[in-house]
């Protein structure tokens, strides 16, 4: 099996979360990093390549040249995708430009600023007819595909209820006010958006609950705060939620809760039974049926399903973690390129992997948020 | 000291909360079961008297009854309070009657079904002199009072956010078409009022906030549904909370949460530390202090606050239980009594109970939350 | 139901565990506290039961004098049984004497110092055919008697492997020294016995393997070690177990495991399936089927068996604990009198405490640790 | 920074810790596979090479055909180490060859049968001045180094016992029936060695003990057993330790405890704290202080020490497991390597990694085992 080859924009130097993109693309042998364009700053940008060891006529000082550069390179040599962890407010731009050339896209989220960007962005993918990916990468977590799978088989019959929350605490403070490079771009509308936490960590909620569900949201009532003075976005939010098969939802989402790390937790209740997700311990979900005690099923176990197994690389009690779920979300986007590719269709399950239309629902939830936060009549309907 | 002389009004045959308050307030020997109407049936009530040996002149068919004997006896003989645990419908009438004739009460909650009542038996109280506990007995737990300790001495800075849950699942199904007693009344709005699980748990839930963090609720945003077909009053509720200095909260509570047993959680975020309690693992309390490590606290630990160290019997690592902390809210009922008959002030912390101004909130939460609910301007303010 | 009459002797001022013993009797209403000798000091005695009520002419200073007095009382105002709860050393005298004169007996534990003590106890026992419990309090834990049912119908298989804890941390420096009254007189070889934490914790845990498992203990091998310089009994204890069936075991008692508050657990591998509770979340059992998730088993579930549920006093998630399961042994205790008294057998599943085969197999588990400890072949043979 | 080159002995087709080490070596970029002989037949060794995309002239059928090619080849292109993760007869004849031809040699564990062997090791690799790693992977785990370093420096004071657990159950049926490959060597005696659960996972225990503690074991007492009817190996094994200090042990290994999937635990008591961490919740490790509460450490905290920030890739809450604690053992040689490639010494804390000695002391540990528990005296000293 061929290494695809992949490009970066954005993940320099002092960036956090390019280089988890970067190892969870190693991890499996199946990508190949060969070119990058890795930071705003054209200095930065050339210095973090050569940190990494990328050639010198692939390592560009502005996602332009790169873009240029690739298109100019013989197919066997071209990159396969183009993988964009920049800060938000430059997800368009870039995504949009590959998209057109014909690259495949591995875009970070929230996906854009606007549900008009995603529309254009929509347009241009289906347009290209390139594969598009979302790192919402929780969703790569094996007990997550079991969650999503054990709800689609009716395993807790009809969902009536959804709590889902993400509690951090890193932001109580004013840590923008050091510079340090998370916070700053965070809570800077230019670069974050119209959201805080609700962007940054309220979109995986989201995303969370619609893949596990399948729920479509109606409506939502929102009340969101910024606890911390001087800081310009929202630092906590909290959410009630109708969904238009009748079940009801609450999310939670704070930067501003001392203590928490990354504690995303989705309970889901059914009218026969219960699932429970905590993110800090991936390797378990809770399942509590209407007729018996609560089980704890745990990754890598024979009586786990399709979805979860195809997302296992260890046996039980070998924990599993982060980067594992991160490396999942990118190879379902590299069996999609694959088999596109091959001019095939990928088998079921094969390509999973969260979508264009994931990343655009994502957008419209931020909208929705921030409109009945900010509005006089609170609930608001989706659309 | 001489134990303390009571009467019970409901908690006969079937009854489950009743025996839990005698057991209460058996256990440390301080007070002594008298007389009783132990049912709305007269039949029932004196059969349930003969199971629990009560002498049968004290064993009473009606409240009234009861009353009337217990005012024909030298004061010598004379309960020293009530305990009224009927349905929620009956602590009005039977509670307002004793108050009114001079005797202590200790009534459950809900305290009363309206506003009104709840002012007219503050009148009746302030009248008479009276004590009157209600009986929110989780705010008898020692780590809870730990909690209230910490947050008002200043140990998690200013709160700044609330959650609170009441989990509960035995309601998923519609158990009350099989007469299961608890069912019954609970999903009936003649005795259990204008809500369902918003007032026999979610006023726990506001109480435990109030007790522990001291916030004033300044407006709330309720969602309230009933998801078993048939039945007539809420079975799940989820709040949006405001306070008066500004911090939020979200309420959440539920009765058809299946695999949920009794899970009351409350976590408290303030500036500078996080407090997690939970119900069914009561013995600890989870401390995350802004500059270090999540601490868990137990109960009996040498370095807990002293309402903490008077609410406990048993030295860390020997659980203690629901019963016992029943058992400290009759406690301190108990000094408060003894202290108005001595004609002296309980010392400080020695009167630790929930007040009829505590079950006057409550009753105006759940109004509160059922207009909420109802209206179209979702955010509806306290006063 | 009449209530049982009963007196205690040790328990007074200082003492821990006479107030719990106290607290568990009065808990369900079915026993009353008339008598006692409370205390091994004669002024001390007195004024403990003047403490706590006891009627003067029934205060004594002296367990002889108790004993005396009660036997020149007529039937009908005598003493059903009585409580020993002193230090170890006294246990047999006490205990010989009340049961030689007809009296029921509750003894605490370890149930004597010697073997040759059990013997003669038992003799006694036989000819006047009392009922004698012993408070191994930890078997009436409702999960633990669900593992007892468990293991005996099945449900795992032939056990093979057997892992019991006892960590505790209290003493981890040498409270004794400073004359605390639990320090004292458990590091005293005159009052408590051959042994320190293998008597005092150590017994429970062999108790707990015996009773859940019913497995006959062939060998051991000790390893016993007083950390603590100047202690002059052990303060940590290793056992490797062999039972006759083949079964292995490990047995690990410590009290200077600094942290450790008073966490007993045990674990029961069996060819098919898996038990595993500890004491300081005693509201829950794990079972790990060989063919299925681990299941979260609580009490007061409607799948539970028959012994967990008589010994259930609440519903799931209302946690009952320590003085709960201490109340459990004394019920099956008066159910065992009452029978008697009623001069019928007591059905199955009601009499259920421990027994004094079960004190006088823990007194000899304690002689051959001891035994295995000290000599040069560790390996010593239970018979 | 110049990738360092690999060739890998063992870990084809079927294989399950190969694939783990490739990732390992994967994730941090600072690695290449060039070159293997995976498999003890040449026609699956190819077939896997070619799995796994290996260059045909650097897919080897034999080890012996790989290292002599590699010893043809420039400097340039030969691999920098070998990595041997063959079953274990075959880590003595392939890490020696290497080693004695001057390549660096990573071995998995138990490294070698006898002690003998490993002592002929250590003459090779003293001679060759070879670096040499062993992948006791679970020393990578940042929590445990945090462990090590608090350790060392007095957090606990000092040691006074340590209970190591490694509870498995998989081997509670005779797996290895159904040639499941993993079975089938490790309870084959010609190919694990002489111990089967006491090799495979207990030597993890012991060295778990020997890096965080520093303690030597001075003695030991050994009861293994076989629960499984017709392995030829024990399948269970439980000891009681004695180390030079005066410090006590329990170590208990089995793979026949149903239910347990890779469960190691090691706690360690200090005369001033205690430290307790579990593989399965690698994140975390729980710290109990004399004299205040039990505190939660969690990996990428800014409280810890230096090396579990070295050996830490991602934020708090975001978990690290496994794979990533392989990797660090991984990177702890390849600094190594470097170092030694450039004629300098690794700093302080770069160079870490298990040894040559870890794995020497860990067979060393297996015989003694194994003579302790075939011996008539028990107790089994270390030298």
């Given at each position: 099996?061929?290494?695809?080859?992949?490009?970066?924009?954005?993940?320099?130097?002092?960036?956090?979360?390019?280089?988890?993109?970067r190892?969870?693309?190693?991890?499996?042998?199946?990508?190949?990093?060969?070119?990058?364009?890795?930071?705003?700053?054209?200095?930065?940008?050339i210095?973090?390549?050569?940190?990494?060891?990328?050639?010198?006529?692939?390592?560009?000082?502005?996602?332009?040249?790169?873009?240029?550069?690739?298109?100019?390179?013989?197919?066997?040599?071209?990159?396969?995708?183009?993988?964009?962890?920049?800060?938000?407010?430059?997800?368009?731009?870039?995504?949009?430009?590959?998209?057109?050339?014909?690259?495949?896209?591995?875009?970070?989220?929230?996906?854009?600023?606007?549900?008009?960007?995603?529309?254009?962005?929509?347009?241009?993918?289906?347009?290209?007819?390139?594969?598009?990916?979302?790192?919402?990468?929780?969703?790569?977590?094996?007990?997550?595909?079991?969650?999503?799978?054990?709800?689609?088989?009716?395993?807790?019959?009809?969902?009536?209820?959804?709590?889902?929350?993400?509690?951090?605490?890193?932001?109580?403070?004013?840590?923008?006010?050091?510079?340090?490079?998370?916070?700053?771009?965070?809570?800077d509308?230019?670069?974050?958006?119209?959201?805080?936490?609700?962007?940054?960590?309220?979109?995986?909620?989201?995303?969370?609950?619609?893949?596990?569900?399948?729920?479509?949201?109606?409506?939502l009532?929102?009340?969101?705060?910024?606890?911390?003075?001087g800081?310009?976005?929202?630092?906590?939010?909290?959410?009630?939620?109708?969904?238009?098969?009748?079940?009801?939802?609450?999310?939670?989402?704070?930067?501003?809760?001392?203590?928490c790390e990354?504690d995303?937790?989705?309970?889901?209740?059914?009218s026969?039974?219960?699932?429970?997700w905590?993110?800090?311990?991936?390797?378990?979900?809770?399942?509590?049926?209407?007729?018996?005690?609560?089980?704890?099923?745990?990754?890598?176990?024979?009586?786990?399903?399709?979805?979860?197994?195809?997302?296992?690389?260890?046996?039980?009690?070998?924990?599993?973690?982060?980067?594992?779920?991160?490396?999942?979300?990118?190879?379902?986007?590299?069996?999609?390129?694959?088999?596109?590719?091959?001019?095939?269709?990928?088998?079921?399950?094969?390509?999973?992997?969260?979508?264009?239309?994931?990343?655009?629902?994502?957008?419209?939830?931020?909208?929705?948020?921030?409109?009945?936060?900010?509005?006089?009549?609170?609930?608001?309907?989706?659309?």
């Amino acid at each position: 099996m061929r290494k695809l080859r992949y490009a970066m924009v954005g993940g320099g130097r002092d960036a956090f979360i390019g280089a988890v993109h970067r190892k969870a693309m190693a991890l499996d042998g199946e990508m190949e990093f060969v070119a990058g364009a890795l930071a705003s700053s054209a200095a930065k940008a050339i210095a973090s390549g050569q940190d990494l060891g990328l050639a010198s006529d692939r390592n560009h000082g502005t996602w332009e040249a790169l873009l240029a550069d690739e298109l100019k390179r013989p197919e066997a040599e071209r990159i396969d995708f183009v993988s964009v962890v920049t800060p938000n407010h430059m997800h368009f731009p870039v995504a949009r430009a590959f998209a057109d050339a014909g690259i495949h896209v591995v875009c970070d989220k929230p996906l854009v600023h606007t549900t008009e960007q995603a529309r254009e962005l929509a347009e241009v993918v289906a347009r290209t007819g390139v594969v598009f990916g979302v790192t919402y990468n929780y969703t790569g977590y094996p007990m997550v595909r079991e969650a999503r799978e054990m709800v689609r088989n009716g395993a807790i019959g009809e969902v009536r209820k959804v709590i889902v929350e993400y509690n951090q605490g890193w932001l109580a403070t004013r840590l923008e006010e050091t510079k340090q490079k998370q916070a700053d771009w965070r809570t800077d509308p230019a670069r974050s958006g119209i959201a805080g936490a609700i962007g940054d960590i309220g979109s995986h909620a989201e995303n969370l609950v619609a893949t596990v569900t399948g729920l479509e949201l109606e409506s939502l009532c929102a009340d969101l705060t910024t606890f911390v003075a001087g800081r310009r976005l929202d630092d906590d939010g909290n959410l009630l939620l109708r969904f238009t098969n009748g079940a009801r939802g609450v999310l939670i989402t704070s930067q501003i809760e001392v203590g928490c790390e990354n504690d995303l937790r989705l309970r889901v209740f059914g009218s026969t039974g219960t699932l429970d997700w905590r993110q800090e311990e991936p390797n378990t979900l809770l399942h509590s049926p209407i007729d018996g005690p609560r089980r704890i099923l745990t990754r890598g176990s024979a009586w786990l399903g399709e979805a979860a197994r195809r997302a296992t690389r260890l046996p039980t009690g070998h924990p599993e973690a982060f980067i594992e779920a991160f490396a999942n979300v990118y190879l379902g986007v590299a069996a999609h390129i694959r088999a596109k590719s091959a001019g095939t269709t990928p088998l079921p399950g094969e390509a999973d992997h969260p979508t264009l239309a994931d990343g655009a629902r994502g957008v419209r939830f931020i909208e929705k948020t921030v409109e009945s936060a900010g509005s006089a009549h609170k609930w608001t309907r989706m659309d």
